[in-house]
């Protein structure tokens, strides 16, 4: 390359590299300029040419001492470094490296997910299927620093209303109808989405209020059902919209004494204008429990949190409002 006048740091500037990286661009006879009487090197604009084809390059994943092809190319008189058949040759064998390199690596992230669903799965009743998902999670803490929900007064209508006829299924096969719950108590938990240790949740999840924790509040209800039960709740249930095979899973892993209700189109929210929420392309219950009582709404719990200590204060609000005797 001719000479133009650059010392090498303002040939580096102009490339958008460092000094360092020149010097050894040069190290590897990849750039040659030219040199002064007095020994200095003298860079020209193909050499900043050349540099900025070699970062380039860089970036797409080629190594350095791999670009000669393509700057032949240049220094050839193409417009372009990869209009010759050497550059092509050289991208298609970065290519095939990147590919065998991409398939050891599903390989080891494969049997890795495997053993981590047969240890997330190793004590629970229900098995994953073959293709489960390959990211697994614990639900069943909460982690900490979640947002508080509000109390925005959206279930402030709740208390009074009649519970509509709707009939759904549940996690035991059987058919709810909500207006022929029976008499006495019923305690129903609604909540928005249960994650399960193959699936991710909703992109960002924990940064929305209320959100997170429907394993623990779940694992509380199942905890503390027989105290429940004692205390006056002639029967538990828990709602979400996800559909009948999602909650069946869920209700055998947490081995669940209480069925739980799929409401995909969510009608029970349309029937008595419960609040929901938007989490990407997904409209959700938001976190409420409804004490219904001879098929009557006698006591809505919202907003919730935190939710792993729902079922207590459920059990405590059970206990300090008993039925009349008799």
């Keep these: 390359m001719h000479g133009g006048g650059m010392?090498?740091?303002?040939?580096?500037?102009?490339a958008g590299v460092t000094v360092k990286a020149v010097r050894y661009y040069e190290s590897l006879g990849l750039i040659t300029p030219?040199?002064?009487?007095?020994?200095?090197r003298d860079y020209g604009e193909g050499?900043?040419?050349?540099?900025?084809?070699?970062?380039?390059?860089?970036?797409?994943?080629?190594?350095?001492?791999?670009?000669?092809?393509?700057?032949?190319?240049l220094t050839a008189g193409s417009a372009h470094a990869d209009d010759c058949p050497a550059s092509l040759a050289g991208y298609r064998e970065v290519?095939?490296?990147?590919?065998?390199?991409?398939?050891?690596?599903?390989?080891?992230?494969a049997a890795l997910a495997a053993q981590l669903r047969e240890a997330a799965y190793r004590n629970s009743?229900?098995?994953?299927?073959?293709?489960?998902?390959?990211?697994?999670?614990?639900y069943s803490q909460l982690p900490p620093g979640l947002p508080v929900p509000e109390d925005d007064g959206a279930a402030d209508h709740l208390p009074g209303l009649k519970l509509p006829?709707?009939?759904?299924?549940?996690?035991?096969?059987?058919?709810?109808?909500?207006?022929?719950?029976?008499?006495?108590?019923?305690?129903?938990?609604i909540y928005p989405l249960a994650g399960r240790p193959d699936t991710d949740l909703p992109e960002g999840w924990n940064a929305i209020p209320g959100a997170r924790g429907c394993t623990p509040e779940t694992c509380g209800f199942r905890d503390h059902h027989q105290e429940l039960t004692d205390a006056g709740a002639a029967?538990?249930?828990?709602?979400?919209?996800?559909?009948?095979?999602?909650?069946?899973?869920?209700?055998?892993r947490l081995g669940l004494p209480f069925p739980i209700l799929s409401d995909p189109d969510r009608r029970l929210a349309d029937a008595l204008d419960l609040p929901t929420f938007r989490a990407g392309s997904l409209t959700l219950f938001k976190r409420l429990t409804l004490i219904v009582r001879d098929g009557e709404i006698e006591h809505a719990f919202y907003p919730i949190f935190p939710p792993d200590q729902h079922a207590r204060q459920v059990l405590t609000w059970l206990r300090e409002n008993p039925l009349p005797a008799g």
Excluded: W
């Design 95 to 109: 290519i095939d490296e990147l590919t065998a390199r991409i398939d050891g690596l599903t390989a080891r992230r």
């Design 34 to 40: 030219a040199r002064l009487a007095n020994g200095y």
């Design 7 to 14: 010392r090498i740091g303002e040939a580096a500037h102009r």
């Design 165 to 189: 006829h709707i009939e759904l299924g549940d996690t035991t096969g059987g058919t709810v109808v909500l207006d022929a719950l029976g008499t006495g108590r019923t305690v129903l938990y």
């Design 125 to 138: 009743a229900a098995r994953p299927p073959d293709d489960a998902g390959e990211t697994m999670h614990d």
């Design 235 to 252: 029967r538990v249930f828990g709602l979400s919209s996800q559909d009948g095979d999602y909650q069946r899973e869920f209700a055998d």
């Design 47 to 73: 050499d900043v040419r050349l540099l900025r084809e070699i970062k380039t390059l860089s970036l797409l994943g080629i190594p350095v001492e791999r670009t000669r092809p393509f700057l032949d190319c």
